[in-house]
């Protein structure tokens, strides 16, 4: 939503700041960092950032 608003560097703080909450991998929180992960993805590769992308990609894969 921030970054739909153009505010991209509080969109990148929030959801950077969200993953680290969500570290513990067990139940509920689980489908909240799979969630903010894809997010991290699409905001990524809107901007760009193809390293940044695959390195949340990889993430990604491994919690499934």
């Given at each position: 939503c921030l970054a739909a608003n153009g505010d991209s560097e509080k969109a990148e703080i929030s959801l950077l700041a969200s993953l680290d909450r969500l570290d513990d991998e067990s139940g509920r929180k689980i489908v909240y960092k799979k969630q903010?992960?894809?997010?991290l993805i699409e905001y990524y590769s809107q901007q760009g950032r193809k390293s940044d992308v695959e390195k949340y990609r990889v993430m990604l894969a491994s919690l499934n």
């Amino acid at each position: 939503c921030l970054a739909a608003n153009g505010d991209s560097e509080k969109a990148e703080i929030s959801l950077l700041a969200s993953l680290d909450r969500l570290d513990d991998e067990s139940g509920r929180k689980i489908v909240y960092k799979k969630q903010t992960l894809t997010r991290l993805i699409e905001y990524y590769s809107q901007q760009g950032r193809k390293s940044d992308v695959e390195k949340y990609r990889v993430m990604l894969a491994s919690l499934n």
